[in-house]
C-alpha cells in the first residue's frame, strides 16, 4: 500500500481486511459507501478546513443535550430525509404506512384505560381519538397494543418543559375485543425540532425552517403481526407541505369540532372540543 494516489486511495481503503469474510453484510455497505464518500470529497474538492469543521458538527451532534438527551445524530438523519427514505425503500404499502419513531420516543410509557385521558393540559382543546386496529382482511385485531406519543398544545413533549410531569402526553393502551381503541387527548401543536444544537445552525446556514407539523407518534404490535410505527397529522396545518423530516405522507386526518351544548355535556366539557377516527391495518408477520 506505498505509494498511494488520488486514483488508488479508494481501492486500497475498499481492500483494507477481510474483504467481507466476517461480515459480509457490513463489508457490502461499506464498499458502496466509501466510493461514494470519496466522489463526494472529491466532487466538492473538499479542504482541510471543511473537513474539520465537519468533523466538529458531527462530534458536537454526538452530545446529549436537555433538549435531545440522546445526541443529535437521529435528528441530523431525519432532516437530511435518510430516515424517511430508509422507510420508503422497505415500506411493504400492505396495512398502514409506517413512518419515522424521531428521536422523542421514550420507551415504557404509562399503561392507560381504554378511554383515559394522555395528559394534562388546561389550555389545550381536547380531542377524542377513536378506531380499530384491523388486519389485512378488515378483521378486528384483540389485546393490541398501542403506544402514543405527542407534543401538547403549545407543541412540547414531557421532557422539553418543566411544568409537564414525565409521561405527560404518552402512553400504552390495548385493544378491546372488537379491535377499538379510545382514548382522550388535546389538539397537538406543530413545533420547531430541537434548534439550540448543531442542527438548528445548519438549518440556519441553509435558510431552512425547522417546523414539523402538528401529528401524533403511535407504535403498535400484537403477537402473529409485523411491529407498525406510524404518525398521523392534523389536516389544515400549515407546514403540511414542508414538514422539515419530510414525512408527511397519506395519514392526515380531519378534525371535527363539537360545539353544542348536549355534546358538551356528554363529553364532560366546559368549551369546544373536536373528535377524529382513524384505523389501523397490521400485517401478518409472515409478509
Not at 392534523?234 to 414525512?247: M, Q
Amino acid at each position: 500500500m506505498q505509494n498511494i494516489t488520488l486514483d488508488t486511495i479508494t481501492e486500497a481503503v475498499i481492500n483494507h481486511g477481510d474483504r467481507g469474510k466476517s461480515h459480509p453484510r457490513l463489508y457490502e455497505i461499506y464498499t458502496s459507501l466509501v466510493p461514494h464518500l470519496h466522489d463526494f470529497v472529491r466532487e466538492v474538492n473538499l479542504t482541510e478546513s471543511e473537513l474539520q469543521q465537519g468533523r466538529n458538527f458531527l462530534n458536537q451532534a454526538s452530545h446529549h443535550t436537555q433538549e435531545i438527551p440522546t445526541g443529535e445524530i437521529h435528528l441530523l438523519t431525519d432532516l437530511l430525509g435518510i430516515s424517511e427514505l430508509v422507510e420508503l425503500l422497505h415500506d411493504a404499502h400492505r396495512g398502514t404506512e409506517s413512518n419515522l419513531e424521531g428521536p422523542l420516543y421514550v420507551p415504557n410509557a404509562p399503561e392507560r384505560q381504554m378511554g383515559d385521558r394522555l395528559g394534562i393540559d388546561t389550555e389545550g382543546d381536547s380531542l377524542f381519538l377513536s378506531g380499530r386496529v384491523l388486519d389485512l382482511n378488515s378483521q378486528p385485531i384483540a389485546n393490541a397494543l398501542i403506544d402514543v406519543w405527542q407534543p401538547n398544545s403549545k407543541g412540547l413533549y414531557d421532557g422539553q418543559e418543566p411544568s409537564q410531569p414525565l409521561g405527560n402526553f404518552r402512553g400504552r393502551f390495548k385493544t378491546n375485543k372488537s379491535g377499538k381503541y379510545m382514548f382522550e387527548t388535546v389538539v397537538p401543536l406543530g413545533y420547531k425540532v430541537p434548534s439550540s444544537g448543531p442542527c438548528g445552525e445548519l438549518l440556519g446556514l441553509l435558510g431552512r425552517h425547522p417546523w414539523r407539523p402538528a401529528h401524533i407518534h403511535f407504535k403498535l404490535s400484537a403477537p402473529e403481526y409485523t411491529p407498525l410505527t406510524t404518525q398521523i397529522f392534523i389536516a389544515g396545518d400549515p407546514h403540511l407541505d414542508s414538514d422539515t423530516t419530510f414525512s408527511v405522507r397519506s395519514t392526515i386526518v380531519q378534525l371535527q369540532k363539537h360545539e353544542v351544548l348536549d355534546e358538551l355535556k356528554a363529553h364532560n366539557q366546559s368549551k369546544p372540543f373536536y373528535t377524529t377516527e382513524f384505523d389501523f391495518v397490521l400485517k401478518p408477520a409472515t409478509l
